[in-house]
């Protein structure tokens, strides 16, 4: 159970405890690296077989496109929502200036993953990172806590993205900018979730929520956010993903659908970008 802030316990949906909890994906073929994202595949040659060396790079690349949009960053203070193992938030320490990262996840083993992995910082960071158990939908943060706030791969778990956008506005600073990259439904097409879970077994099952961009755009504006914009990354994103789900899983099986629906248009990956309006100053 996560505590909400003057709220009621929410419970972690059973698809989520049961994909990352016994077995660490980020150390299985299929992700690697310390991270569990499809990656941002630019500049990776996928006329031939990648390596795992590829693999990790891309999802290091995805990372990279994401916090890219925070600029600049240096002192900043920033949370990552749904930080799985970690190993991004120690990257946004490292490579970008923040002054204080907090990884936030709802799955305590995944945060008992990401402690250990990066319990050896050196003394000038141990003290900058932190991880924290917390739901998107109820952060365990006092208000504007933060300057910055992104989420990589993990807004097609959240089962209320109202709730994300409302404490997204909190517990950024006036002036505080939010990303986040995901896979979303594009349009607002109601057949769009039963659609997507004939394709793909992680819909069916409820793991991933065919949230739609109307849906996430109109609650970040309704939570008071502003500038918000979005933008399509797909085409760096999704042949890369097939080329890489190639090397273990046949033509016709369902991982492979993911492509499929991407050249539907009935799922795209995307950045959503948006920011607390800072105060107006009178003049003087
Ligand atoms: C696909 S993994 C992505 C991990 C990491 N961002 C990466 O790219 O390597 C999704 C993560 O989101 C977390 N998660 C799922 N639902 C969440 C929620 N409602 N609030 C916070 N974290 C959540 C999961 O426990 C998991 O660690």
């Given at each position: 159970?996560?505590?909400?802030?003057?709220?009621?316990?929410?419970?972690?949906?059973?698809?989520?405890?049961?994909?990352?909890?016994?077995?660490?994906?980020?150390?299985?073929?299929?992700?690697?690296?310390?991270?569990?994202?499809?990656?941002?595949?630019?500049?990776?040659?996928?006329?031939?077989?990648?390596?795992?060396?590829?693999?990790?790079?891309?999802?290091?690349?995805?990372?990279?496109?994401?916090?890219?949009?925070?600029?600049?960053?240096?002192?900043?203070?920033?949370?990552?929502?749904?930080?799985?193992?970690?190993?991004?938030?120690?990257?946004?320490?490292?490579e970008?200036?923040?002054?204080?990262?907090?990884?936030?996840?709802?799955?305590?083993?995944?945060?008992?993953?990401?402690?250990?992995?990066?319990?050896?910082?050196?003394?000038?960071?141990?003290?900058?990172?932190?991880?924290?158990?917390?739901?998107?939908?109820?952060?365990?943060?006092?208000?504007?806590?933060?300057?910055?706030?992104?989420?990589?791969e993990?807004?097609?778990?959240?089962?209320?993205?109202?709730a994300?956008?409302?404490?997204?506005?909190?517990?950024?600073?006036?002036?505080?900018?939010?990303?986040?990259?995901?896979?979303?439904?594009?349009d607002?097409?109601?057949?769009?979730?039963?659609?997507?879970?004939?394709?793909?077994?992680?819909?069916?099952?409820?793991?991933?929520?065919a949230?739609?961009?109307?849906?996430?755009?109109?609650?970040?504006?309704?939570a008071?956010?502003?500038?918000?914009?979005?933008?399509?990354?797909?085409?760096?994103?999704?042949?890369?993903?097939?080329?890489?789900?190639?090397?273990?899983?046949?033509?016709?099986?369902?991982?492979?659908?993911?492509?499929r629906?991407?050249?539907?248009?009935?799922?795209?990956?995307?950045?959503?970008?948006?920011?607390?309006?800072?105060?107006?100053?009178?003049?003087?």
């Amino acid at each position: 159970m996560t505590q909400r802030p003057g709220g009621d316990p929410l419970p972690m949906r059973p698809a989520v405890q049961e994909t990352y909890g016994p077995v660490d994906l980020g150390a299985t073929p299929l992700f690697g690296g310390g991270f569990i994202n499809f990656g941002h595949w630019d500049g990776i040659d996928l006329d031939r077989v990648p390596t795992e060396h590829d693999r990790i790079r891309s999802q290091q690349a995805l990372y990279h496109r994401v916090l890219a949009t925070l600029a600049p960053t240096e002192g900043l203070r920033a949370v990552e929502v749904g930080c799985g193992l970690g190993t991004g938030c120690a990257m946004a320490l490292q490579e970008y200036g923040f002054a204080q990262v907090t990884g936030m996840d709802i799955h305590p083993q995944q945060l008992d993953r990401a402690r250990s992995a990066h319990a050896d910082l050196p003394a000038d960071q141990a003290g900058r990172l932190r991880f924290v158990q917390g739901a998107a939908e109820g952060m365990p943060f006092g208000d504007a806590e933060f300057d910055c706030l992104y989420s990589v791969e993990a807004a097609q778990h959240f089962r209320d993205p109202e709730a994300f956008a409302k404490e997204t506005a909190r517990v950024l600073k006036p002036g505080g900018r939010a990303t986040v990259a995901s896979f979303f439904v594009p349009d607002a097409d109601p057949a769009r979730p039963e659609q997507l879970a004939a394709l793909l077994e992680t819909f069916a099952t409820g793991l991933d929520v065919a949230h739609s961009i109307p849906q996430w755009t109109g609650g970040l504006e309704g939570a008071g956010l502003t500038d918000v914009r979005v933008t399509s990354i797909g085409a760096a994103v999704w042949h890369g993903w097939d080329r890489w789900l190639s090397t273990m899983w046949q033509p016709g099986t369902w991982p492979r659908n993911f492509l499929r629906a991407y050249r539907d248009g009935m799922l795209d990956y995307f950045l959503i970008t948006a920011a607390r309006p800072a105060p107006v100053r009178q003049p003087a």
